[in-house]
T-cell receptor, first 111, second 113 residues
Framework: DTAVSQTPKYLVTQMGNDKSIKCEQN?????MYWYKQDSKKFLKIMFS???????INETVPNRFSPKSPDKAHLNLHINSLELGDSAVYFC??????????FGSGTRLTVV | AQSVTQLDSQVPVFEEAPVELRCNYS??????LFWYVQYPNQGLQLLLK??????LVKGINGFEAEFNKSQTSFHLRKPSVHISDTAEYFC???????????FGAGTTVTVRA
């Protein structure tokens, strides 16, 4: 069983579309995250949820909206996609700040 | 807030040679430190972490790292690399009172025969 699973693995879409990426973890962790990896491979946190409550919201356009229906799921919805949104998006989970498990990533390409 | 600096963006190395990847951090509080590896077109895998205790930390695949508080460093080493160690390596830091993991810019290791 995959500990942190993301779907889809690849996503190609046109500018202006709305898309969602789903994430599920089966580790029983309380905290989940979304990270963005840009074309230079730099990783930056976008959001974090702890027990379904938003605790970290970095400077991210409000076109990005995370949703956590329960503590095992954290989805990312993106409205009005732009070329600059092309990146690899990683979901992660942790039990406190001492151990993080990452999903395999979703490569988003906006054309 | 904490930050991480990886001092080498690219490290070419011959197979069976040793490698050291340098990482420095800045923080006003005690931190937890991590090294992750990302193989081509794959996700992030934890190599090792320092939470407390012994400053020499052993990880998977023969890697180890040493925490040096006075120099605020957490350098990663492997005595003999393989072709399969070709990957991107990320140093990361988290505040024990925080939930945010902050990454360095990464070091690309290319192992040549």
């Amino acid at each position: 069983d995959t500990a942190v699973s993301q779907t889809p693995k690849y996503l190609v879409t046109q500018m202006g579309n709305d898309k969602s990426i789903k994430c599920e973890q089966n580790l029983g962790h309380d905290t989940m995250y979304w990270y963005k990896q840009d074309s230079k491979k730099f990783l930056k946190i976008m959001f974090s949820y702890n027990n379904k409550e938003l605790i970290i919201n970095e400077t991210v356009p409000n076109r990005f909206s995370p949703k956590s229906p329960d503590k095992a799921h954290l989805n990312l919805h993106i409205n009005s996609l732009e070329l600059g949104d092309s990146a690899v998006y990683f979901c992660a989970s942790s039990h406190g700040p001492s151990g993080y498990t990452f999903g395999s990533g979703t490569r988003l390409t906006v054309v | 807030a904490q930050s991480v600096t990886q001092l080498d963006s690219q490290v070419p190395v011959f197979e069976e040679a040793p490698v050291e990847l340098r990482c420095n951090y800045s923080s006003s509080v005690s931190v937890y430190l991590f090294w992750y590896v990302q193989y081509p077109n794959q996700g992030l895998q934890l190599l090792l972490k320092y939470l407390s205790g012994s400053t020499l930390v052993k990880g998977i695949n023969g890697f180890e790292a040493e925490f040096n508080k006075s120099q605020t460093s957490f350098h990663l080493r492997k005595p003999s690399v393989h072709i399969s160690d070709t990957a991107e390596y990320f140093c990361a830091v988290s505040d024990p009172n925080d939930y945010k993991l902050s990454f360095g810019a990464g070091t690309t290791v290319t192992v040549r025969a």
